[in-house]
């Protein structure tokens, strides 16, 4: 023991020589039957053995000291004093927690609190969720903007097509308006069916008859000439040399002078009569002096086409 306390560097206690006192039973000792009462240690305490126990170190245990009892000796066993123990006050517990006290030369185990680093903070999840949240807004906003514009261009497509179709059918409707009005209003322009020879033509024309050559007639006329004698509704489509053969029978008798220059009057009373169709404005008309009438029609190229022969203009009338 003294090698232990000298390891220690602590002192030597001093002993004291105790007398041996008589044993003691139960029956004489009235405090022998006392028992020790083992008090638990606290949770302070068994986590201080549990970290002592990860960090064991070697140290020497401290000598046990004896407490000296003085108690008088008596000549015989029966007679001694008796020592009462001093009453020890009552202990009680507190809800403080007390550390316990660590053996001379070990350390003091240390926790060390470690922050998770995976467990993001509060405002980092506020910040992510703010974010998702504008995004999410943000795409429905889009997504609401596409679908109002794309209903808008419809709409306006919609619309644009029941235009053109309105304006094609009103179109239609002026266009047969407009169609019937001009079939309505207009008038039928024919091509001329009728022209007049030339001076030079007419002239010659208008001499075969006051000299009677008639034969020079055949050079004026068209392929086809209608011969028409009043009274008797003619001869009908004729040939050119035809044609002149009758013209010469008529004249045969006529008295000269031919007059081809008749006043407008006297045209205007042939036209009046069923042979109106005879005297047209551009036809050449001549009267003897015993009142036979010859009428001469051209067609679009003033060629003869017609010869008209009257024995008497009262026939015209």
Do not use: C, H
């Not at 008309?285 to 010869?307: L, M, P, W």
């Amino acid at each position: 023991m003294d090698e232990e306390y000298k390891t220690n560097g602590e002192a030597e206690p001093t002993l004291e020589p105790v007398a041996e006192t008589p044993q003691q039973n139960e029956e004489t000792d009235p405090f022998a039957a006392v028992e020790t009462i083992n008090v638990p240690e606290s949770s302070e305490e068994q986590k201080s053995d549990y970290m002592s126990s990860e960090e064991p170190e070697s140290f020497s245990e401290p000598a046990e000291v004896s407490v000296p009892v003085s108690v008088p000796v008596s000549s015989s066993p029966q007679s001694f004093d008796i020592v009462k123990p001093a009453t020890a006050p009552a202990v009680v517990e507190t809800p403080t927690t007390v550390e316990p006290a660590q053996p001379k030369g070990q350390k003091t185990a240390e926790t060390t609190i470690v922050p998770s680093a995976t467990k993001p903070k509060k405002y980092v999840l506020k910040a992510i969720l703010l974010i998702i949240i504008v995004l999410a807004l943000a795409a429905a906003a889009a997504g609401a903007a596409y679908m109002y514009r794309d209903g808008v261009a419809v709409s306006a497509e919609k619309q644009k097509t029941d235009e053109i179709a309105a304006l094609n059918t009103k179109a239609a409707g002026l266009q047969t308006k407009l169609d019937a009005e001009i079939a309505k209003n207009a008038t039928t322009v024919t091509a001329p069916t009728s022209v007049a020879p030339g001076v030079a033509a007419a002239a010659n024309i208008k001499a075969s008859i006051t000299s009677g050559n008639t034969a020079a007639l055949e050079g004026y006329m068209a392929t086809s000439v209608n011969v028409i004698i009043a009274a008797s509704e003619g001869v009908g489509p004729s040939t050119p040399a035809v044609a002149v053969s009758n013209i010469t029978t008529f004249i045969a008798d006529a008295t000269s002078p031919w007059n081809f220059e008749l006043a407008a009057s006297v045209l205007s009373s042939y036209g009046q009569g069923s042979y109106d169709q005879y005297f047209p404005s551009t036809s050449i008309v001549g009267k003897s002096a015993n009142n036979k009438v010859i009428s001469f029609g051209f067609d679009a190229n003033a060629k003869i086409n017609t010869v008209f022969l009257s024995s008497s203009d009262s026939l015209l009338e």
